[in-house]
């Protein structure tokens, strides 16, 4: 039985890492993480500096809460994407578009301004925004890196024969071989290198889906499904409604 799950198990890491598509689409993110975090920093940087700015004309107090507001759908938008990637499903909602749109037209324009702001939530997504800066970076290096040079080594022995029979350039001429003194022929040097080449792609592929986790956990995905959400105040309750439902009929009096 052990057996059995362990080559399930095995052939579920190979569908996931080669041949799922989520895979690739942990790659694609990885490769925008550079230039999305550094619009969200831009943003983020921008707007608090003019809202700062232009306080004393009081424009910059609307402003920062519209920039706080921004801050927020762009941490949403970013847990929507990891979400949506690594297969989780949706935190539920337990405040629907009619309630919150019947809601503020009750309310007065600063009060709409102001509704649901937070300011540990807004220090939440101004740090989780500026750590998405710093991540895009390095994930960003760390993945091209790994996947660059394994990809390099396996397509090697393709650009030394297109190289050789082209224009007559070695590019195994001074490598690590000769230089050893080791007299290994052209064939033996492929081998070895789409070996290498391969092992470095698939350790890229583990290092790609690692990344991926570390970045979910960063932006605070999971937490949605710690706690609850609250009912909303003045919703309709059904435990009245429902209580006629659990207890039997009267009898009649004969």
Do not use: C
């Not at 993945?143 to 297109?162: C, D, K, Q, R, Y």
């Not at 009245?240 to 659990?246: G, M, T, V």
Request: no cysteine; proline share 6%.
């Amino acid at each position: 039985m052990k057996a059995v799950e362990a080559d399930t198990m095995g052939s579920r890491k190979v569908q996931w890492l080669l041949f799922n598509s989520k895979t690739y689409a942990m790659i694609l993110y990885l490769l925008l993480a550079l230039p999305l975090g550094i619009i969200y920093f831009t943003v983020a940087v921008t707007g608090i500096a003019l809202s700062i700015g232009l306080t004393p004309i009081f424009i910059g107090i609307p402003l920062f809460f519209v920039v706080a507001k921004l801050l927020n759908q762009i941490v949403k938008f970013e847990q929507g994407m990891i979400r949506q990637i690594l297969g989780l499903p949706s935190p539920p909602s337990s405040y629907s578009y009619t309630q919150q749109h019947e809601a503020q037209q009750s309310m007065s324009m600063f009060k709409v301004m102001t509704r649901g702001f937070s300011g540990e939530i807004f220090i939440r997504d101004l740090l989780l925004i500026l750590l998405k800066f710093v991540t895009g970076i390095v994930f960003f290096v760390v993945m091209v890196t790994f996947l660059s040079v394994g990809l390099a080594l396996m397509f090697s022995p393709i650009v030394h024969i297109i190289l050789l029979e082209t224009i007559q350039i070695d590019i195994f001429e001074n490598s690590l071989f000769s230089l050893l003194s080791i007299h290994w022929s052209y064939t033996q040097q492929y081998i070895l290198y789409v070996a290498l080449g391969a092992v470095i792609s698939w350790a890229a592929l583990h290092i790609v889906k690692g990344l991926m986790q570390i970045q979910g956990r960063m932006m605070m995905v999971e937490v949605d499904y710690q706690q609850q959400p609250p009912a909303p105040v003045g919703g309709p309750s059904y435990a009245a409604d429902l209580s006629q439902y659990d207890a039997p009929p009267p009898l009649s009096k004969l």
